[in-house]
C-alpha cells in the first residue's frame, strides 16, 4: 500500500481535460515539494512535473501541477492519444526511512 | 546527450545474488545523485536505493541489509548489488539521476530499466 493515495484509472475523450489527484499527509506532501512522472510500459519513466508546479525543457505546457496542504494535483489539457500512461506522483517523506515515496499510479486512457 | 543504460538483470534462484549497473553519459555520476526506483510485474514504482555526490548512502526498509549501492567514477557507472534475493525482489529495476534541494527529490533522467526474475 502506497504512502500517496492516487485513483486506480482516469480517462477522457480526445482533446478534453483531465486531472490526477495524489493525496498524502503533513510529513510527506504537507511540506514537501511533489514531483509527477509518466510511465508508458516498456519505457523509462519520464519526468513531468517537479516543485509543485515546474516543467521540466521539452515538457508541453498542456502538464500542470499543483498543490494544496496535503494533496497535489496533475492537470493534462488538449488529450492525445500519446498521452496514455501511467502516471505517479512523488514526494520525500520525512516519517519513513524511505527518501523519496511514490504514489500506487494511475492509469489514463484517452 | 543524457543516457542511462541498465544492465545484468535476469532468472536467479531465491537466496542467490546478482548485480545490476548502469551505464551513464551526459553527466558525472561523482557530481549528483543517483537512485534505483523498481517495479515490481503489475505494480507501481518503489524507490530502492540513493548514493548522494558524497557518496553517503540510503536503502529501503524492504532491501536494507541485503543490496548495496556503488559508483565507479572511472567507468561512470552506478551498481546495486544484490543479495538474498527474495521473490518479492522481482522487478523491473531503473537507475535515475536524483536532483535534491531542501524539500524535494526528483528523479530528472531515467534509464528504460533491467529486469531481475527472482524464481526456482
Known amino acids: 500500500q502506497s504512502v500517496l493515495t492516487q485513483p486506480p484509472s482516469v480517462s477522457a475523450a480526445f482533446g478534453q481535460k483531465v486531472t490526477i489527484s495524489c493525496s498524502g499527509g503533513r510529513s510527506n506532501i504537507g511540506n514537501n515539494f511533489v514531483s509527477w512522472y509518466q510511465h508508458v510500459p516498456g519505457t523509462a519513466p519520464k519526468l513531468l512535473i517537479y516543485d509543485n508546479n515546474k516543467r521540466p525543457s521539452g515538457i508541453p505546457d498542456r502538464f500542470s501541477g499543483s498543490k494544496s496542504g496535503t494533496s497535489a494535483t496533475l492537470g493534462i489539457t488538449g488529450l492525445q492519444p500519446g498521452d496514455e500512461a501511467d502516471y505517479y506522483c512523488a514526494t520525500w517523506d520525512s516519517s519513513v526511512s524511505a527518501h523519496v515515496v511514490f504514489g500506487g499510479g494511475t492509469k489514463l486512457t484517452v | 546527450e543524457v543516457q542511462l543504460v541498465e544492465s545484468g538483470g535476469g532468472l536467479i534462484q531465491p537466496g542467490g545474488s546478482l548485480k545490476i549497473s548502469c551505464a551513464v553519459s551526459?553527466?558525472?555520476?561523482?557530481?549528483?545523485?543517483m537512485s534505483w526506483v523498481r517495479q515490481a510485474p503489475g505494480k507501481g514504482l518503489e524507490w530502492v536505493s540513493v548514493i548522494y555526490a558524497e557518496g553517503n548512502t540510503l536503502y529501503a526498509d524492504s532491501v536494507r541489509g541485503r543490496f548495496t549501492i556503488s559508483r565507479d567514477k572511472t567507468k561512470n557507472m552506478v551498481s546495486l548489488e544484490m543479495k538474498n534475493l527474495r521473490a518479492e525482489d522481482t522487478a523491473r529495476y531503473f537507475c535515475?539521476?536524483?536532483?535534491?534541494?531542501?524539500?524535494?527529490?526528483?528523479?530528472?533522467?531515467w534509464g528504460q530499466g533491467t529486469l531481475v526474475t527472482v524464481s526456482s
Open positions: 535515475a539521476r536524483e536532483r535534491c534541494n531542501v524539500g524535494t527529490c526528483y528523479q530528472e533522467n
Open positions: 551526459g553527466f558525472r555520476v561523482s557530481n549528483t545523485y
